[in-house]
């Protein structure tokens, strides 16, 4: 049936913080694992992402950390800046047909 | 490239009226995905293929039909619009398994009421 909206979570940070967004996921088969950002009005956009055998991954001024044992997946930003403000998701992949499941998202809000 | 494109940008209908959403990709990807994607949540899957003349059933498929009669094209269609069905509509394509990450539209904002 129809699932009720929710308040996202929210995360506010002061420029030039690290910023850091968590996200549970729920497939133990889950074998990829993306981060995505949305800003108002547009799709999502790929940030980084991350293979189950690995437990850390470095982008330009992001980090992915994937913690198997108790399914979690975080997203690190250093130095945040105003243009991070945007909804952040991170996504499983299960192996079932490229089918990507997405978690609810974390509005990140950065104060000049 | 254009990438993933998406018409229309905006859409108002009335109850029971039916309308098709277009979804395109330039980039040669054999999947395809329709989402919709409602306020304070994430993005569910409503149908996908996997390839040209196939489709399958996502998360949310009622109400609901799609096909993929061109490699490059995938229609998702509404044949009796619900107010339920008010949500944004995002088309997304990967090359194949081997290349997860999905490339998504910039979204559809359909208003049914």
């Known amino acids: 049936g129809e699932s009720v909206g929710l308040h996202l979570p929210t995360l506010s940070v002061q420029e030039g913080d690290n910023s850091i967004i968590n996200c549970a996921y729920s497939?133990?088969?889950?074998?990829?694992f993306i981060w995505y950002k949305q800003e108002s009005g547009k799709g999502p956009q790929f940030i980084i992402d991350i293979r189950s055998n690995m437990d850390k991954r470095q982008g330009q001024r992001v980090t992915v950390l994937l913690n198997k044992t108790v399914k979690h997946l975080s997203l690190q930003i250093a130095a945040t800046q105003p243009g991070d403000s945007a909804v952040y998701f991170c996504?499983?992949?299960?192996?079932?047909?490229?089918?990507?499941?997405f978690g609810q998202g974390t509005e990140l809000s950065v104060k000049p | 490239n254009a990438g993933v494109t998406q018409t229309p940008k905006f859409r108002v209908l009335k109850t029971g009226q039916s309308m098709t959403l277009l979804c395109a990709q330039d980039?040669?990807?054999?999947?395809m995905y329709w989402y919709r994607q409602d306020p304070g949540m994430g993005l569910r899957l409503i149908h996908y293929?996997?390839?040209?003349?196939?489709?399958a059933k996502g998360e949310v498929p009622d109400g609901y039909n799609v096909s993929r009669l061109k490699k490059q094209n995938f229609l998702l269609g509404l044949e009796s619009a619900a107010p339920s069905q008010t949500s944004v509509y995002f088309c997304a394509s990967i090359l194949g398994l081997a290349a997860d990450t999905q490339y998504f539209g910039p979204g559809t904002r359909l208003t049914v009421l």
């Open positions: 497939n133990s088969a889950s074998d990829y």
């Open positions: 996504a499983e992949n299960n192996n079932q047909g490229g089918k990507l499941i």
């Open positions: 980039m040669n990807h054999e999947y």
């Open positions: 293929s996997v390839g040209e003349g196939t489709t």
